[in-house]
């Protein structure tokens, strides 16, 4: 067989050209195997190495080892960046292998074996054991990949999380407290572990200082009332959070609630009052540029600036140099403004654009350590994060 030749063919722009290539590897089978993964990894083939890589996958088990070793091997970082992407491809028809591979000398095929697991969601709950092991890996990486595929897999491994929590290893254990949390969130502790949580909430707040949000969307209001804040916008489930956690809370990039489609629209984080103001910082309160939840944030400024008299709304995109304002006042929308820099990467001022006779409550992205603060801060669901349906990925 001329393996030069397919490899030639195999390249080809054509699909005509490269599908009978195609073919004739996976009727090789093993034998083509080395041919195709020394094409993956010379940056000169002219083989396009995202197809090699794809062919070697849909070869299946005869590739797996072959790309295991290339992975395991010491190789420069564009040929072992493609083996990863590789191996990361290989799915449940290799179970025992990706067991085995968990256990691997190279941390770098562990990684890539908890990667594949994680891919496999709750298809990997047989493997939940294998990866806790893997909480306590020298490898920090090794350690973050089998913590992304326990939370992957989801609640079937809270019950061994919290054993570990329990009775150890004591090295897995802050681990696996971290990973409870991502994947159940205050609610899937133990009680013991809750009752730490909500210790360490309070020396958190007690110590607490505002930051600027600019990538978060928020309201603002006059005055402290949380409490009035939680009836008129209808938000549930009120706990204490700090500043830091609750705006991650509020984008969605740490989540306590249950799966669903858009977590950065499920919670909000509710400020201690700051300067004069309390915030209610969320992807619900104030999503700019999507008219679906427009309706939604004009009715809760409305609402707002009924029972406090006034209400803003911000939303900053600093990364695109976007920025949107609104205020409503005795329940009624006053004015909006929107402020765009023509380079996506600008920088802009995100009060451009409101006039001196409109007046600015607070800005956001100027709040620091130096602002005024009193009281403490809430982590709350929203309407949408306590009724709607949950994620099917999930």
């Given at each position: 067989m001329d393996l030069d030749g397919l490899i030639r063919d195999l390249a080809a722009p054509d699909e005509a050209t490269w599908k009978p290539a195609w073919d004739a590897f996976l009727e090789l089978g093993g034998a083509g195997v080395d041919a195709l993964v020394r094409e993956l990894l010379d940056e000169q083939s002219p083989l396009d190495w995202a197809r090699a890589g794809s062919l070697l996958r849909e070869l299946g088990d005869p590739a797996f080892c072959a790309v295991r070793d290339a992975v395991a091997a010491d190789l420069p970082e564009e040929p072992a960046r493609r083996a990863r992407w590789t191996f990361g491809g290989f799915r449940g028809e290799h179970w025992d292998r990706l067991l085995e591979s968990l256990e691997h000398p190279s941390p770098d095929v562990r990684a890539c074996a908890a990667l594949c697991l994680q891919r496999l969601r709750q298809g990997a709950l047989p493997a939940s054991g294998?990866?806790?092991?893997?909480?306590?890996?020298?490898?920090?990486?090794?350690?973050?990949?089998?913590?992304?595929?326990?939370?992957?897999?989801g609640p079937g491994v809270l019950d061994e999380l919290r054993e570990v929590r329990r009775s150890g290893?004591?090295?897995?254990?802050?681990?696996?407290?971290?990973t409870i949390m991502n994947i159940g969130g205050p609610e899937a502790l133990s009680p013991e572990d809750e009752m730490l949580w909500r210790r360490y909430l309070g020396a958190k707040a007690a110590a607490d200082r505002p930051q600027s949000i600019w990538e978060n969307s928020c309201f603002a209001v006059p005055g402290s009332d949380q409490e009035g804040i939680l009836r008129t916008l209808d938000f549930s489930d009120?706990?204490?959070?700090?500043?830091?956690?609750?705006?991650?809370?509020?984008?969605?990039?740490?989540?306590?609630?249950?799966?669903?489609?858009?977590?950065?629209?499920?919670?909000?984080?509710?400020?201690?009052e700051l300067d004069g103001w309390t915030l209610i910082v969320s992807g619900w309160c104030y999503p700019a540029w999507d008219e679906q939840w427009y309706a939604q944030t004009r009715d809760a400024l409305r609402r707002l600036s009924a029972r406090f008299g006034t209400a803003w709304g911000f939303a900053g995109r600093g990364y695109c140099g976007t920025a949107a304002w609104a205020f409503a006042e005795n329940g009624d929308i006053a004015w909006e403004r929107e402020v765009t820099d023509d380079d996506e990467w600008g920088e802009i001022d995100p009060t451009e654009g409101i006039g001196a006779d409109e007046p600015l409550g607070i800005d956001p992205t100027e709040l620091s350590e130096e602002t005024p603060m009193r009281g403490s801060g809430l982590r709350a669901l929203t309407p949408y994060g306590r009724d709607a349906p949950r994620h099917e990925d999930a």
């Open positions: 294998a990866l806790i092991r893997l909480l306590g890996d020298p490898d920090e990486n090794v350690r973050r990949r089998a913590a992304w595929a326990l939370e992957a897999i290893p004591a090295a897995y254990r802050s681990a696996a407290f971290n009120p706990s204490p959070m700090y500043f830091d956690l609750g705006l991650a809370v509020a984008d969605g990039s740490w989540w306590t609630a249950p799966p669903v489609e858009h977590p950065d629209r499920a919670e909000a984080f509710i400020t201690p």
